[in-house]
């Protein structure tokens, strides 16, 4: 597009912005709250940190805290010692905490003894800056041994139980056993819930609720027809098991529970390698959703699948794949030592998994014990020895930016495998296994000539520092490849995951840290929450099997609540418990608690389907609801905690841009080749792939669905950084919502943007010369609708202005209307085209 046009398109789009003032309507806003993801960031970097290097000076638990300052609460670290306020939310110079772990005042340095590495100094920092979000109370602190034992007595921590449904005044309002207990609530409150949503916008919201793309026109048109003929019910049902039933299911619900499996394709940190064979996780996922695998299978195969029986390669492979879940997690690859990484590794193993299926933060007892929930250091190490007899198969090798390597993990060979690394020709294999040879040879000198020197012998041989580190970066690469590769020289098919180890107890860390052993801790599972008929742990196998039986027993009281909290929060905008991600104390109460609990039992009772679950939700009259703001009613639920309405959802990234590339025609639904990484970036460190001239600079380029982009932490394609994606290094079950002006600026001036707007243009001029007939096209691609008398006069005039312009980005294409082309950016671009009503 040349610069004159780009202007063009630019002053029309701004000029455009108010073409449809009464369907343009704000996102509902969440409570003013610190958000899961900067509570996560929190648990996981800082509160670790003070512990470990900080606390034993300036805790309650010491007898005198040095300089007056306490760091162990929320308000004792914002009131500070001697000198102020230790941090300043949102105010990084202001927090003189900053100065003093940098030790840049020879006056000032905490601690004292040795400075903290530059990683820890930066997320202290963004911490700073991003709010200083805390959950921790002074009063909690204070008395967190007694908050602990009666955490044990919260509701989270009891068995869901049946209720008889509740008596209502509207009886003939109820579609769903659910919609009687949102009913009965806003009646004893005084309240009424909204008319049902107009069937246009319910059809909308059913597809991009389902599979995450809008309803094509000739959907709009069975669906009406279908309400003619029959009713608004036998409608919204045919749809609903269409939807269920596509391909395109998968790829939407699978995204939500890779949010929740933190899955990424690098390891993340200062080295980020990427992880080549990652994309076979995410299928599986997909395809796991797709079938519809009960969830308590669903999760006994991430946890344990290669202990699960099988019945062929194809099987054993999918199992062996399951296993991902453990193995995609962050790493940071450049720990120089090797027990460390290991123990960082089952940590994040533990903090993943307890987050994601228990919604609880068990490894925040890894340094101490838990402070607000009735996890123990020893209940951590029991669960620290389950992973730690677990081998983790995460395929990176040594290179000049990382010193920890993984081994890929070899899946059975079957035909027609989608394999990306080559294989090598007989002369080639030869030439690189005598290569190896050679540079293990010299590796073994190195070490030999090490030992002498350490013990005070001459060497043998002595090598310059030059010619050992050429050695290790030399050797890496050789051997990371000769593992993608069998004894024949041809590719294995690899993929990420997990298989038992040598099984081991652990020693019990003094303060988490390696070198601080304490007494050995069986391996078993926490204690505070009982489950009845719990399998024991058998001594030959690591217990992750007996792990995965334990969470998904019907006796476990969390397993089934949190999942199904999840799976309301995506259809409702907001969780019954509105902190999806925390259901311990210091999580919010369910706003709905006996209905909550019926639906965890009725799931648990149904088979664990995911599909059944989501369809007794659409199919609620507490899901038809209109979104119609209602003044009386908001001054006695401002949150809508009642679900008196139908809450605005801004779509997701994915969604926004698929929706993009459907209204454009242009959208691909197959199913692509493995990944990007895979493809094109391969097994290397992500601060190189710049030097790829032919990957695209978006990291996008392509017109598949979103879910198969390329998600390398710390290097997002640019639509999913700017929409809210959910940080792929974390467990996250409620994205963030932002409204910045770099959104707006992406919509009117990305590449692919302009580019789904030219396609768009083409597809309308070439369906239909008639502007009037033009614009009601354009309207039911974007916003399945037909505009409204208003608008179609808007449009119009805006399109007679017949400015006509060369296309200068097709070259060899006849002119086209400019004003047309516009008008298409802008109907990209306005608010209805992103918010779900």
Known sequence: MSSQVRLLCLATVLSLAALFPVRVTAVDEKPATDSDAKIAFFETKIRPLLVKRCYECHSDNTETEEGGLRLDSRQAIRKGGGRGPAVVPGDAKASWILKAVSHTDPDLKMPPKSRLPDAAIADL???????????????????????????????????????????????SWSKQELDYFILAELEESGLSPSVDAEPEILLRRLYFDLIGLPPSPPDVTRFFKRIRTDSLDAAMEA????????????????????????YGESSGGESNISFPYAWRYRDYVIDAVNADIPYDRFLTEQIAGDLLPWDDKAERARLLTATGFLAIGTKNLGEGNEKKFKADMVDEQIDSLSRAILASSVAC??????????????????????????KTYFGTYTSPANIQSGDPLVLPRMENQKIFHKSLSPKKFDELKAKFAHLDTVRKEINESQRALLTGKTPKKTFTLQEVLANIWGLGPVEGKLETLDDEGKALPLAMGVLDADVIDVPLLARGEIGREGAIVPRAFPQAIHVEGAAAIPAEQSGRLELALW??????????????????????????????????????????????????????????????????????????????????????????????RMPKRRLEAEAIRDAMLFAAGSLDHTRPGGSLVATMIGDRPISLIGLNKKLPQDLDGSTYRSVYLPVIRDRLPDVLELFDFAEPGLVIGDREITNVPVQALYL??????????????????????????????????????????????????????????????????????????????????????????
């Open 125 to 171: 920092r963004m911490w700073i800056e991003q709010g200083a979000a805390d959950p921790r109370d002074e009063r909690a602190v204070a008395t967190a041994a007694n908050n602990a034992r009666a955490s044990r007595d919260h509701w989270a921590y009891q068995l869901p139980e049946l209720v008889e449904q509740p008596v209502v005044k509207q009886e």
């Open 239 to 262: 749809e609903a098991d269409s939807l269920l039933e596509s391909k395109h299911f998968g790829e939407r619900w699978g995204r939500h529970w890779l949010d929740v499996a933190r």
């Open 365 to 390: 007892a890894r340094c101490h014990h838990h402070k607000f929930d009735p996890f123990t250091m020893e209940d951590y190490y029991g669960l620290a020895g389950v992973f730690a007899s677990t």
């Open 551 to 644: 969470l998904t027993s019907k006796q476990h009281p969390l397993t089934s609540r949190v999942f199904v909290n999840r799976i309301w929060k995506h259809l409702f905008g907001r969780g019954l418990v509105v902190t999806v991600d925390n259901f311990g104390t210091t999580g919010a109460e369910p706003s709905h608690p006996e209905l909550l609990d019926t639906l965890a039992v009725g799931f648990t009772k149904n088979g664990w389907s995911l599909k059944r679950l989501v369809r007794t939700i659409v199919l609620s009259r507490s899901y038809r609801q209109a979104s119609t703001f209602n003044a009386e009613t908001f001054q006695n639920d401002p949150e809508n905690r009642l679900l008196w």
């Open 748 to 837: 009117m001036n990305s590449e692919f943007v302009q580019n789904r707007a030219h396609e768009l243009a083409a597809r309308l001029q070439r369906e239909t010369k008639h502007e009037k007939k033009m614009v009601e096209r354009a309207f039911e691609l974007c916003f399945g609708r037909r505009p409204d008398d208003h608008e179609m006069a808007r449009s119009l005039k805006f399109l007679q202005q017949k400015e006509i312009a060369t296309n200068t980005k097709d070259a060899g294409e006849p002119k086209r209307d400019i004003t047309v082309l516009s008008f298409c950016q802008a109907m990209l671009s306005t608010a209805e085209f992103r918010i779900l009503d």
